[in-house]
């Protein structure tokens, strides 16, 4: 009789991609109720209309593809690319607004590069990038966190804020507001003390800025439970953090009226914890060894603190990982790892064979 | 306690390894033939000794070891040669091969066997004889001829000898058995292998921590005997044999050398086991522990199989169900085979049949998109990058590949047992590695037949310089015949003025007749342009369908035609003008 012929091996472990898109989802949650709790609908609303367009998007280009749709859209990376972007975008942003990044990511940074693996920068930091060179207005206007508000102004509740997001309503007055970082990088001639005594963005804060210190704590609590699953290592984030704290460590300057910041505010403002454990740990466009990944998310680490202190942007995590993704096939040259049984590592570029 | 080193990568798949260990080593029933195959090891196919319709014994040689590389094989029981021809083996691209096929008698009569027990008496080159005769082969699943591997050779001394008692592949249980019921005569055969390779320093069984009874098996028989047990936590693949000299040593095997190039010799246990049967019992290795295992077989154990037992014989046996089979593998779940038939013998390398059920190994879903997670980089034993190769390999980039040590993958399947996209990698990489190889013997291939090429250009360049000198020197010779003919009574010391005397006479006589001349002439002409328009459609043909080789001799010959026919034509019109 005849059997089914295989290749070994025959065995498999349990984890599928898509179960590894739905742990980053899930891990992204904390992050996602600070926000929600902090800023008010804005994110959720975000999220809801950037994956809406994703999965049309991708549904779309598949089948222009002719790929076969569910099979693809099972690896939930699209859904992932839309969360990223939802958060990362302002809340209350025009609809319009989510709807371009989104489809930016997925057609022109994922899809026309070949779909999922094969595109060489993150797609939701190219599509948010894209949003922050065309919509410089829409993107600096964040909303103002809860224990900010004035007495008798609150968030607008959902049905507002879908006003605001679909019809263009106007927010009231003292709802948005600058970020800590905003404020801090246009606080030209102030010690640092003056800047944190005279806004309450920072002298209501517990340790870096009022609403992102917690939002970036809860992105820190995801991202260990994903390292801790082993969805990554630990080898890009930390050194991303550990670089970034560095360098705010080594321009401190002792809270001058030069100085860029302390090394708190850098790492828990912005981007900087969900850019470390949910952008920077991307495998797709991440360099591939260890040793690599250390090298590489140095680099983001450090772009993002050079753009933060000495470029004109306040934030910078975008910008930082779209560098280090056009680095990290370089980066890759350099960091094979040493095979067994040999007493170096090579080049990715090496010439000579190995018989 | 003797320090552990840890490899990188390596998983934990389930070990499954309970369920053929609920009863001791079985016997099966003999088959009614067996079927053995001339390639069951590493090397040259044996040479077959006996022919069709002869009567032959238990343990009587069959085929003999064919070159330094190679093994013999015996008959497993006695019976009559009822064929030597071409059979499906198993292999993983279901071929046939070269097979002895053995109908027994169901006598399963001995020949008679020289045992050797007082084997401290014998030389080493005389154990090796006696372990080459008994058709030794490795018995953890590579069939490297165990004679060759103890042939010191002009190796350094060993100074290590490893007896790799690992059995990381789920499933299998065929070496844990072994050592449970028969350790003292594996413990004998290491004794063997340690006085034929001149008593080595270090004799270390590596064995992993979930053989508890086996461990102590072998502990209790190493007493007293320098033998050391080592056992080490569960990972797979610690059975490889780098890993595992890594793991006892700390040291690597570099890439492209062997492991005699440490001093050290690894082999395992089970052809321990048959290198005692060999030197003290005279019995040649015609049998060997195999596990049937998996949830397609109502009864799960380890057998002493003879060898050229068909699987199908085997799987009888132990109500098989071939409705619940998703798949039969020879070996292991890790690095195993699918056999496309049962009907292919069981043979030495043959450690395990596994018959999973189709929930135990389903069906793979197809592979997904690579996402460069990384899983595989972490699962690698070598510290290889597979979803770089994995990449490289589907652009066909054959020196990316080998710049990533493709050639130090040792296929043992972790990374495509993490990869959560189902990516078949080993195969890629398997398919890679023969692309490789191939191509690198059709450039060889190449470069001979370029050399020959050039070779041959030189050598007709020679040849018609040396036709040219020839002609050269015969037409001086003609011309001083002419001259010296019709003037016979001058002397033969023949000046420059006789020779322009010569020519002016010879010049004289070609005006005297040029009619004639003419008329010659005109025939070469016709021959010539006839050559050349035969050349012309030979070099039409070599061009079509002839090689280089051919194509370059044509043309050359078309050239060759053209000067004659220009060249007669040029006389011809001076000779009419």
Same mark, same amino acid.
């Given at each position: 009789m005849a059997f089914k012929q295989v290749s070994s091996p025959h065995s498999h472990a349990r984890q599928s991609t898509g179960q590894i898109m739905q742990l980053v989802l899930l891990a992204t949650l904390p992050g996602l109720l600070v926000l929600s709790y902090q800023f008010g609908w804005g994110l959720l609303i975000n999220i809801l209309i950037a994956t809406i367009s994703a999965i049309s998007a991708e549904a779309l280009i598949l089948k222009l593809r002719n790929r076969p749709i569910e099979f693809y859209l099972r690896d939930y990376s699209a859904v992932v690319t839309a969360v990223l972007l939802g958060l990362a975008l302002p809340p209350l942003a025009p609809w319009w607004l989510v709807v371009v990044a989104t489809v930016f990511s997925i057609v022109i940074a994922k899809q026309l590069y070949g779909g999922l693996g094969s595109n060489p920068f993150n797609p939701a930091m190219v599509g948010y990038v894209v949003a922050l060179i065309s919509f410089p207005i829409e993107m600096t206007t964040w909303v103002t966190p809860v224990s900010l508000l004035a007495a008798d102004v609150s968030h607008p509740g959902l049905l507002e804020s879908l006003a605001i997001v679909f019809a263009g309503n106007s927010p009231v007055d003292g709802v948005t507001g600058a970020t800590p970082l905003d404020l801090f990088k246009h606080s030209d001639g102030l010690l640092v003390e003056q800047i944190y005594q005279n806004n309450s963005l920072f *002298?209501?804060? *517990?340790?870096?800025?009022v609403g992102w210190e917690w939002a970036n704590v809860a992105f820190l609590v995801g991202g260990l439970a994903l390292l801790k699953a082993r969805i990554f290592t630990w080898h890009a984030p930390m050194a991303m953090l550990g670089t970034l704290a560095l360098m705010s460590m080594l321009f401190w300057d002792g809270g001058s009226s030069n100085s860029p910041g302390s090394p708190l505010m850098h790492l828990f403002s912005g981007a900087s914890m969900l850019g470390a454990f949910f952008i920077v740990t991307d495998p797709v466009s991440s360099a591939v060894s260890n040793r690599g990944r250390l090298i590489y998310g140095a680099l983001i680490g450090l772009l993002v603190y050079v753009i933060r202190a000495w470029g004109s942007y306040p934030d910078a995590v975008a910008f930082a990982v779209l560098l280090g993704n056009f680095a990290a096939p370089f980066i890759d040259n350099y960091t094979v790892p040493r095979t067994y049984g040999h007493g170096q590592s090579r080049r990715a570029t090496d010439k000579e064979t190995s018989e | 306690m003797r320090r552990i080193w840890d490899t990188p990568g390596g998983v934990h798949p389930?070990?499954?390894?309970?369920q053929s260990l609920t009863s001791g080593i079985g016997q099966l029933p003999l088959p009614e033939k067996l079927i053995l195959p001339? &390639?069951?090891?590493?090397g040259g196919a044996a040479k077959v000794c006996v022919s069709v319709g002869e009567k032959v014994l238990k343990g009587q040689k069959l085929a003999s070891a064919s070159a330094s590389i190679s093994a013999a094989i015996h008959a497993p029981s006695s019976g009559w040669i009822t064929a030597i021809e071409e059979r499906a083996v198993a292999h993983p691209s279901g071929m046939s091969a070269p097979c002895i096929e053995i109908t027994c008698d169901g006598e399963d009569r001995w020949i008679e066997c020289m045992g050797y027990p007082d084997y401290k008496q014998a030389t080493p080159l005389q154990l090796r004889n006696l372990i080459a005769d008994a058709g030794v082969a490795g018995l953890g699943g590579a069939g490297f001829p165990s004679a060759a591997k103890l042939d010191r050779g002009t190796h350094m001394p060993v100074d290590t000898l490893i007896i790799n008692a &690992? +059995? %990381? +592949?789920?499933? @299998?249980t065929a070496d844990d058995i072994l050592i449970r019921e028969r350790a003292d005569q594996i413990i004998q055969g290491i004794e063997i292998i340690s006085h034929l390779l001149g008593t080595p320093k270090t004799i270390l069984i590596g064995i992993e921590n979930n053989k508890p009874e086996a461990i102590a098996a072998l502990n209790q028989q190493c007493q007293g005997t320098g033998i050391e047990v080592v056992s080490f936590p569960t990972k797979y693949p610690s059975g490889g044999e780098k890993q595992l000299i890594y793991i006892l040593t700390g040291k690597e095997v570099p890439s492209g050398q062997l492991p005699a190039d440490l001093g050290m010799v690894c082999l395992n246990s089970g052809t321990a086991f048959a290198i005692k049967r060999a030197v003290i019992d005279g019995e040649p290795l015609i049998s060997r522990i195999t596990t049937l295992t998996g949830e397609a077989c109502d009864i799960n154990r380890n057998y002493e199989i003879l060898i050229g037992t068909p699987v199908s014989h085997l799987l009888e046996q132990n109500a098989f169900n071939p409705d619940l089979c998703s798949r039969l593998i020879m070996g292991g779940p890790m690095m195993g085979f699918s056999l496309t038939s049962s009907d292919v013998p069981l043979v030495k390398t043959s450690t395990c049949i596994l018959a999973p059920s189709h929930t135990e190994i389903p069906d793979g879903d197809p592979a997904q998109a %690579? @996402?460069? %997670?990384?899983l595989c980089a972490e699962a690698c034993p070598a510290s290889l990058l597979p979803q770089q190769l994995y990449w490289y390999a589907r652009a066909d980039d054959h020196e990316r590949l080998q710049a990533h040590n493709l050639f130090d993958c040792i296929e043992c399947g972790a990374c495509s047992y993490v990869c959560p996209s189902n990516i078949p990698l080993v195969q890629y990489y398997r398919s890679s590695k023969g692309d490789i190889v191939n191509a690198r013997t059709a450039k060889a291939t190449a470069a001979v037949a370029r050399e020959r090429f050039e070779f041959r250009q030189v050598r007709l360049e020679k040849a018609d310089t040396v036709r040219e000198t020839k002609r050269e020197a015969r037409r001086l010779a003609t011309e001083q015949a002419k001259i010296t003919s019709p003037t016979t009574t001058q002397s033969s010391g023949s000046s420059a003025a006789d020779i322009i005397k010569a020519a002016q006479l010879r010049g004289s006589t070609r005006q005297a007749s040029p009619e004639q001349q003419k008329a010659k002439l005109e025939r070469t002409l016709m021959a010539a342009e006839m050559r050349l328009k035969e050349a012309q459609q030979r070099l039409l043909q070599a061009t079509t369908n002839g090689s280089a080789d051919q194509q370059t001799q044509q043309l050359a010959s078309v050239e060759a035609a053209k000067r004659k026919v220009e060249q007669t034509a040029q006389r011809l019109t001076e000779v009419s003008h």
């Open positions: *002298s209501a804060a *517990s340790f870096a800025g | 389930p070990d499954n390894k309970a001339l &390639t069951q090891h590493v &690992t +059995e %990381c +592949e789920p499933y @299998i %690579c @996402i460069r %997670c990384g």
